[in-house]
């Protein structure tokens, strides 16, 4: 299969990277232009439009910041539909509304196209490393076509029909943002109680109070650099994709709503260019306190691809 990647961001660039190492040809393209110079280098072509892209491949990937990004890749002046989707599969996996992606995935589908869903989760270094957990929704004949693609960036976790992939994804995130705001209360809360900040964090792994964001987030707190390769600006993206969705669906939001003010609150102080564990350091600057620890904490962005 010839495969095409729109959207080289942080995760982007490392998930298409991932694609090209398994010896798929590659049309790339990004709003910036640059962005496609390391996949080129790795034998990846740069094309000039979404459109372009998809008329080189059999299979175009789609991960870019949020629903007007990917409405403008469809809809747009040089868009898919501007073009011939009849044969093509269009594979997203940008953290996005599941209403406006149903919509888009018609219309797509009506030009003779097939779609799937498969936002990801994790962090920067499952990007690089080609692991990511994805939640993938879609038929099952599309999904085992392209099953050697998805497989190629990470770990394929059906989820149903097309549209579930955003669903999942929104609703993990809410959590994730929940745990990222907790962590801050209880990190704090434990060191002006006495509790040394790394054995907190050595003791709470594997029991009750775990999670994916205290085992591998909490380093970033302890660095002071809070992880800026996911900014406070996607945070709040998500955030205000988690509210509509549960607007939506009419269910209560309180600690969500919380979770949201938290991190408005943190971007208002450090900046939406901030990392996401900055929400944690709103906690840690009204105590008066810090929860720096010595050590030679890994940088997620650092980890190498594999060869």
Known sequence: MRVGFIGLGTMGKNAAAS????????????????????????????????????AAVDVAVTMVFGPKEVEQVMRGPGGFLSGNPKGKVWIDMTTSSPFLMR???????????????????GSVDAAIRGDMPMFVGGTD??????RPVI?????????????NGYVAKLVNNQLWKIHAAAIGEAMVTAKLAG???????EVMKGGAADSFVLSHDVPSIFAGHYDPSFPIALCLKDLGLIKELMDKVGTTATLTEATHERFREAGRRYGKGAGEMSVCRVIEDNAGINLRVEGDWPKPWEVKAPA
């Open 19 to 54: 694609i090209r190492r398994k010896g798929f040809e590659m049309s790339v393209y990004d709003i910036r232009p640059e962005a496609t110079a390391p996949l080129v280098a790795m034998g990846a072509k740069a094309a000039g439009s979404p459109a372009e892209v998809l």
């Open 103 to 121: 919509e888009l995935a018609a219309e797509f589908e009506a030009a003779g196209g097939q779609a799937v869903d498969a936002p990801v989760t």
């Open 151 to 163: 497989e190629a960036m990470g770990h394929l976790r059906k989820v149903g029909a097309y549209g």
């Open 195 to 201: 509790l040394d900040p790394l054995v907190w964090w």
């Open 141 to 146: 004949v599309v999904i085992e076509r392209v």
